[in-house]
Nanobody, 115 residues
Framework: QVQLVESGGGLVQPGGSLQLSCAAS????????MAWYRQGPGKLRELVAQ???????FYTDSVKGRFTISRDNAKNTVYLQMNSLKPEDTAVYFC?????????WGQGTQVTVSS
C-alpha cells in the first residue's frame, strides 16, 4: 500500500504562486510515475502534470509555462510549483502514484484563486 498526503493549497490572488507538495509513504518506490490531477467545481477530474521515474514530464496545455512538476526521490515527495495562477485554476488538486496496474490517490488539497 502507498499513502499520499498533499499539502500547500490555499487562497491566492490571480497572478500569485503556490507550491503543492505530495509526501508518499508505505510501499512507494522511485520507479512510480507521479502525477497531479485537479477537479474544479462541476468539472471532471483532469490530469495537470506528470513526471516519470526518468524525470520525463508532461503538462496539460492550459498550464504549460506556468506550472512545474518535480520530484525528490530521497524524500519520496513530488511538488507542483504553480505560477501566474488564474481563477480557472481553482480546484481540488490530487496527487497520484502509478506503477503498472496499481494506482493510489491522495485526499486532495483545495486551491482557490480569487481576488
Amino acid at each position: 500500500q502507498v499513502q499520499l498526503v498533499e499539502s500547500g493549497g490555499g487562497l491566492v490572488q490571480p497572478g500569485g504562486s503556490l507550491q503543492l507538495s505530495c509526501a508518499a509513504s508505505g510501499s512507494i518506490r522511485s520507479d512510480y510515475t507521479m502525477a497531479w490531477y485537479r477537479q474544479g467545481p462541476g468539472k471532471l477530474r483532469e490530469l495537470v502534470a506528470q513526471i516519470t521515474s526518468g524525470m520525463i514530464t508532461f503538462y496539460t496545455d492550459s498550464v504549460k509555462g506556468r506550472f512545474t512538476i518535480s520530484r525528490d526521490n530521497a524524500k519520496n515527495t513530488v511538488y507542483l510549483q504553480m505560477n501566474s495562477l488564474k481563477p480557472e485554476d481553482t480546484a481540488v488538486y490530487f496527487c497520484r502514484a502509478n506503477h503498472g496496474l496499481a494506482g493510489y490517490w491522495g485526499q486532495g488539497t483545495q486551491v482557490t484563486v480569487s481576488s
